[in-house]
């Protein structure tokens, strides 16, 4: 079976660009997930979605990041302008949940995540 | 807020010797998560603990669970240089995943 599949695998990009990161959830999976990963701050949840509808978007750093889901084969998360503080690991996850409140003891499945650099 | 802790956060063992990984957090939870990353490389779930006492066992690496003390240990029996990585553990609220920081894990001759 195919995993969680994320492009770009790596992305450089000058600061004030807009990026773009794509995500395909493992087929049969209601929830995806995007995370950061960074030396400073290790795994931060940024966006949660539950059959493609946000519920939770605290973790979103600031209005220049924003994410949609579509439909359920399909993730974006984007920064708009970038910057150099926006360099990152960002990966996506998914898994199989019950109804809210009620959750599969299935472990999140990873990405390969994107490589981000803002110069 | 959930805070989880792990430590040691570097750890370098000898092939052939017993070492263990401690993961402490801050308030109950629905279940812990051991996760392993390879450089450059995603997360790879290992253990999923879910109750009290529970104890899971793969090759090398055995993960126990404490809930009143909430404590989660992972124990690696005579190490080898494959299990060089950097070992997460992650403590799940409702859908939400809080990670620890990690420790990263060199195996030398």
């Known amino acids: 079976d195919a995993g969680v599949i994320q492009s770009p695998r790596h992305e450089v990009t000058e600061m004030g660009q807009e990026v773009t990161l794509r995500c395909k959830p493992i087929?049969?999976?209601?929830?995806l997930f995007w995370y950061r990963q960074t030396m400073m701050r290790g795994l931060e949840l940024l966006i949660y979605f539950n059959n493609n509808v946000p519920i939770d978007d605290s973790g979103m750093p600031e209005d220049r990041f924003s994410a949609k889901m579509p439909n359920a084969s399909f993730s974006t998360l984007k920064i708009q302008p970038s910057e150099p503080r926006d360099s990152a690991v960002y990966f996506c996850?998914?898994?199989?949940?019950?109804?809210?409140?009620?959750?599969?003891?299935?472990?999140?499945?990873f990405g390969d995540g994107t490589r981000l650099s803002i110069l | 807020e959930l805070k989880v802790e792990q430590n040691p956060l570097f750890l370098s063992m000898q092939e052939g010797k017993n070492y263990t990984i401690y993961c402490n957090y801050s308030t109950t939870s629905d279940r812990l998560y051991w996760y392993r990353q390879d450089p450059g490389k995603s997360l790879e779930s290992l253990f999923v603990?879910?109750?009290?006492?529970a104890v899971k066992q793969e090759g090398r690496l055995m993960a126990s669970l404490d809930t009143k003390a909430r404590l989660s240990t992972l124990h690696i029996t005579a190490a080898v240089h494959d299990l060089s990585a950097t070992y997460f553990c992650?403590?799940?609220?409702?859908?939400?995943?809080?990670f620890g920081a990690g420790t990263t894990v060199t195996v030398r001759a």
């Open positions: 992650a403590v799940q609220n409702d859908y939400k995943l809080s």
């Open positions: 603990l879910l109750s009290n006492g």
């Open positions: 087929s049969g999976h209601n929830s």
């Open positions: 996850a998914s898994s199989l949940s019950g109804t809210i409140g009620v959750y599969s003891n299935q472990p999140q499945h």
